[in-house]
């Protein structure tokens, strides 16, 4: 157990591991003292000098970031001195910024706009030419880089250096000609880039994805889980409803991690065609699907992967074992939805709720066939129907072999390639219009609140199933 | 020609033998009782010798003026952090205006090997290094050869001593941004603490040091602590070079003891070139603030120019006569510092070529009284809230120069 220690900050006494900064210490407690290149998982190299605070009973004031809190510290960080020098480091990040707001995307998230309005407010006496850079330079498949706007902060190279250890940025020229730029030859791809874009706190670094879509006070914010992998990272969807009539109606602006410092480009980019390829109505009535289930609950074999959440899973199993009773399941993602995995935060398993299925038995009491056993027994006639639960049979095993199959059933937020072979249709909700709870690789379990209305006549997996079931 | 009297100038320490033809090599060098200073310190042991070092109030001569024998005592002990430690020679003399360790590098190489040696000694560092600035080639080359005959005469003992070039950056003068670029990374100061003693080369307890200091320590060894202690002010111990340069006669490196009057050092110089009258005198190298004309009484050691408002600097004496126009000062001055920037901090990086562009706009015929204002208001916010002292520098510099000379600033600065 560390020790703790106790100092003043602003007359309210904090409390602090000993050796913990007054910065670090005073965003534990909620207290915001302004700061640029400070980040909780990025050290403090100290070059923005915006955190200055006054020391009692030292003469020049300290950047709190580099300040370790010891019992009996005494500091403001809001007394005249300290806001004046605070306020004359942001006039100084601002002298050669372009104020571009109107048509940056930070605008709205961006540092300098929160220092300028909470402790800025001053009337600017610069009368010099701005300098320029370089702008809208492309970086890599996610970020562009305007130097005009940034701060030399610092947080990406370091990012680059510390986190992605890809080393693609670094910082070249000296004094004010420095400049954030490519290390030559190389592009800015790495599996965690799209972070840059979060970590920067100015408008330096953009997201291409989220560039000029949509102005961030237009976003609504629920709280999600990412469904891109069994890490199952929290992360925060923001949605944009409010203007349909822009950005071609795209609902899903960006996600954004949660919790953790981090999110992987996987993620944040998997979900960006969320509205895409969407089932739209029902095509039968369930009266109809249930018998047809009902004449072939022999032949039937049930496709469904990991992209369930716990109260899906619950009602599928009702359905299927002890209802329908079947014999044939296949809990195997497609061969596609295994992909690489780091130390980081990416796993093999490209789908966030295998463990739930795990847990009710299903891929281990309940054994699951392979794709190539499933193949075999549609080609021998031995499974003759197929109930597919938001997976793509027909890329895996080829649309011919599923021509075979008398009936196919399929239900899902996304047409797919067997969507479009199906007899029936039962459009589901996606994650982000639902509530639910995914359980991830180390069985924690994670609630997901609904952010969307659904499209159409999705509605959740689990109460289709519940429906089938009550008509049984 | 020379207005001031031997009597109230001692015998020269460092620049004694700077007549003796072939100096650079090492036999005349140890003719004239070169590498004695070595071997007594060798006998009399480390206590011994930190004590008389301590003694002799020797103080770094690179401009911070930091009390060598306390710099070396911070140094952890061999049982407290086991491991090598290293003495790095801050040979990246850049400060305009100065350009005494050159001369000394040049004229008599050894002995700052064999000060190196002392301090290596003093401190247990079996590796030593020689940072010396790009541009000095000509003392690379001359360094380089003296360490050879060094080495070859077996004087290094278990001691390594490299030579490392710079890149140019005049900010690697800083003792842990030259450390930085020994490690092969950009030149940015670090923040201490830890302090280099602590934790400077690879993280290991380093001793950084300037050419003038280490020359010295043979002849403190030699002579006494008490000795040199005498010679200078009861703070500042023996004597100290200055770079004299600007608007007198004779420039060049001149020596005198701690505490001379800056009238004597001008004197020396052959006073203001072509008889015009003094207007003002920087007197460490360009990043100390000004002394005018009426503060030529101002005792050079260093306490006396911080009485002052100023520092003593690195010795570089610039003389500016009545024909000087102090915004173009300031502007040249300025321009130095946003060149030199390191980037690493923002007020520094902005701040430095803030202050450019207004005074250059003064220059150009465009100031206004509230530029007056704000370079006043930015140089004061700058100061003390930057990372090194070269940020610290941007402001106090033009702010000395306008306060001391505010009708040069009001004839360029006005409604």
């Keep these: 157990m560390t020790k703790k220690v106790t100092f003043t900050l602003d007359g309210k006494a904090l409390e602090a591991r000993e050796g913990q900064t007054v910065l670090e210490a005073a965003t534990d407690a909620g207290i915001m003292i302004p700061h640029y290149c400070w980040h909780r998982s990025l050290g403090n190299p100290g070059n923005c000098r915006m955190c200055l605070v006054e020391v009692e009973g030292t003469p020049k004031p300290q950047v709190s970031c580099r300040l370790p809190a010891r019992e009996g510290l005494v500091v403001k960080s809001l007394s005249p001195a300290a806001k004046r020098a605070q306020t004359s480091a942001l006039e100084l990040h601002l002298v050669d910024h372009p104020l571009d707001c109107p048509v940056c995307d930070q605008s709205g998230e961006c540092g300098l706009q929160d220092y300028y309005m909470g402790i800025g407010r001053y009337v600017s006496v610069l009368r010099e030419d701005k300098a320029h850079a370089k702008k809208r330079q492309v970086l890599g498949p996610h970020i562009v880089l305007d130097q005009e706007r940034c701060i030399l902060c610092t947080r990406c190279t370091r990012f680059v250096a510390q986190i992605s250890k890809s080393h693609e940025l670094g910082i070249f020229g000296r004094g004010h000609n420095e400049a954030v730029d490519l290390v030559p030859g190389r592009t800015l791809d790495n599996p965690y880039s799209g972070n840059l874009a979060d970590i920067c706190p100015v408008g330096a670094l953009t997201d291409r994805d989220f560039r000029f879509q949509v102005r961030v006070w237009y976003l609504d914010e629920t709280e999600s889980i990412c469904p891109g992998c069994s890490r199952g990272c929290p992360i925060s969807a923001h949605t944009s409803t409010q203007r349909p009539w822009h950005n071609k109606g795209r609902r899903l602006a960006r996600l954004k991690p949660r919790v953790l410092d981090w999110l992987c480009d996987e993620g944040r980019y998997g979900f960006s065609d969320f509205d895409s390829d969407r089932l739209g109505r029902l095509t039968a009535p369930l009266s109809e699907v249930r018998s047809a289930l009902q004449t072939h609950r022999d032949d039937l074999a049930v496709v469904a992967s990991g992209s369930l959440s716990n109260e899906d899973w619950k009602a599928f199993k009702s359905l299927f074992v002890d209802k329908l009773k079947v014999k044939r399941f296949l809990f195997t993602p497609e061969p596609d939805q295994v992909g690489s995995e780091d130390e980081l935060l990416r796993r093999r398993e490209k789908v966030p709720n295998l463990e739930g299925g795990r847990a009710l038995g299903f891929g281990t009491e309940i054994k699951s066939l392979t794709w190539e056993s499933l193949g075999q027994d549609i080609a021998g006639g031995r499974v003759r129907s197929l109930y597919v639960v938001d997976r793509d049979p027909a890329k895996v095993l080829g649309e011919k072999l599923l021509h075979k199959l008398e009936l196919l059933i399929y239900q899902g937020p996304r047409m797919g390639k067997t969507g479009g072979l199906a007899r029936y249709r039962l459009p589901a909700t996606d994650w982000l219009e639902e509530n639910g709870h995914f359980t991830n690789f180390q069985g924690k379990i994670q609630e997901y609140r609904q952010a969307l209305k659904p499209l159409g006549d999705a509605r959740p997996d689990w109460k289709i199933f519940a429906d089938l079931e009550a008509g049984l | ?415």
């Design chain 2, 1 to 415: 020609m020379n207005p001031l009297s031997q009597k109230s100038r001692p015998d020269p320490i460092l620049t004694k033998d700077f007549d003796e033809p072939r100096l650079q090599e090492l036999e005349t060098y140890r003719r004239l009782g070169g590498y004695e200073g070595l071997k007594k310190a060798l006998a009399s042991g480390r206590e011994k010798l930190m004590a008389e070092i301590g003694k002799s109030n020797l103080r770094g001569l690179g401009g911070a003026g930091f009390a060598t024998a306390m710099k070396w005592s911070t140094v952890p002990s061999e049982e407290k952090n086991p491991g090598p430690r290293f003495v790095v020679v801050n040979c990246d003399e850049s400060e305009p205006g100065c350009f005494k360790d050159r001369v000394l590098v040049t004229k008599n190489p050894h002995q700052l090997i064999e000060g190196l040696l002392i301090a290596a000694y003093a401190i247990d560092a079996r590796h030593a290094f020689i940072f010396i600035r790009g541009e000095y080639e000509v003392q690379y080359k001359i360094l380089e050869k003296a360490l050879a005959e060094a080495k070859a005469a077996g004087l290094l003992g278990a001691c390594s001593i490299e030579l490392m070039r710079g890149a140019g950056a005049y900010i690697s003068g800083l003792d842990t941004a030259l450390l930085e670029t020994m490690e092969g990374k950009k030149a940015w100061p670090r923040q201490p603490p830890p302090f280099p003693t602590v934790a400077g080369l690879m993280g290991r307890p380093t001793v950084v040091n300037n050419v003038e200091t280490l020359s010295m320590l043979p002849h403190i060894v030699e002579n006494g602590g008490d000795w040199f202690a005498k010679l200078g002010t009861p703070k500042s111990g023996g004597t100290v070079l200055f770079s004299v340069s600007g608007h007198v006669e004779k420039p060049g490196v001149y020596e005198f003891p701690m505490g001379v009057p800056l009238r004597e050092i001008l004197a020396a110089a052959g006073g203001v070139k072509g008889g015009k009258k003094l207007k003002a005198v920087i007197p460490g190298g360009v990043s100390t603030p000004v002394l005018t004309a009426d503060e030529l009484d101002t005792v050079m050691d260093f306490e006396g120019p911080r009485a002052k408002g100023s520092f003593l600097g690195a010795g570089g004496v610039i003389v500016l006569d009545e024909t000087t126009d102090m915004v173009m000062v300031a502007h040249n001055i300025e321009r130095f510092l946003t060149h030199e920037s390191c980037g690493q901090c923002t007020p520094c990086r902005q701040g430095s070529f803030w202050h450019e562009r207004i005074l250059a706009r003064g220059l150009e015929g465009g100031g206004t009284a509230q530029d007056l204002a704000t370079l006043e208001r930015v140089g004061e916010n700058i100061t003390g809230k930057v990372i090194c002292a070269l940020g610290d520098t941007v402001g106090v510099v033009t702010r000395a120069l306008m306060k001391k000379f505010p009708e040069d600033f009001k004839a360029k600065f006005h409604d």
